[in-house]
């Protein structure tokens, strides 16, 4: 997977904009997405995302820790703002950007502010959305990546259509990446 030449198909601006090697990201799966399995990811050449949703600083500071030992590639923390009490989410933010982190993933309602808070820290956002109208939100907000999560999505399912339509629909609307 190493070393692929830029004009391989799998190779996609997507993978430029994230610096990895094919289009395949891990979700960040609050409880799951844990070091070893988003090194794991990001060393084989796709995206790796920590699910870091609700935990405790302590906890991001090990994981974030851990990764960076365990990959020199790019990577994400997934928060979802609208589940964290704000106090928690701006000790998440502050403590990820201390520690170097320079992607967020975000997912559920989009906050603006919060976009804002990392954009201005220069990190790139990468934001889950279940819908169109959401899609546009996290655009106007600043979002670089859209995720199109589908109804047929685990976990937490914002998604109210099947995943590759809405991805479509979100895709003519816009210029931004869109993952399914
Ligand atoms: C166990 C589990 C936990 C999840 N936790 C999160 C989370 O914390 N944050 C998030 O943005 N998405 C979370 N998701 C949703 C994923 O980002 C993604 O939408 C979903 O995995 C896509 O569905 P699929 O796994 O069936 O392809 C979770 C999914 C699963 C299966």
């Not at 949703?53 to 991001?60: A, F, H, T, W, Y």
Request: glycine share 10%.
């Amino acid at each position: 997977m190493m070393d692929r030449p830029n004009d391989e198909p799998l190779r996609t601006p997507l993978c430029d904009l994230l610096g990895c090697e094919v289009p395949i990201l891990l979700a960040g799966m609050g409880g799951v997405s844990r070091w070893e399995l988003a090194a794991a990811v990001a060393n084989a050449g796709g995206y790796g995302m920590l699910g870091m949703v609700r935990e405790s600083i302590d906890l991001i500071t090990r994981e974030v820790t851990a990764m960076q030992a365990a990959t020199d590639r790019p990577f994400a923390v997934n928060l979802i703002p609208a589940a964290t009490e704000p106090q928690l989410l701006e000790a998440q933010i502050a403590c990820c950007l201390d520690l170097g982190v320079t992607a967020f993933c975000f997912f559920w309602d989009v906050m603006p502010d919060v976009v804002a808070r990392v954009k201005n820290a220069g990190c790139l956002v990468l934001h889950q959305v279940g819908t169109e109208a959401a899609a546009r939100l996290a655009e106007e907000a600043g979002a670089d990546v859209i995720i199109a999560q589908g109804i047929e999505a685990g976990g937490h399912v914002h998604g109210r259509s099947p995943a590759f339509g809405l991805a479509e629909r979100i895709l003519a609307g816009t210029d931004l990446p869109v993952v399914v």
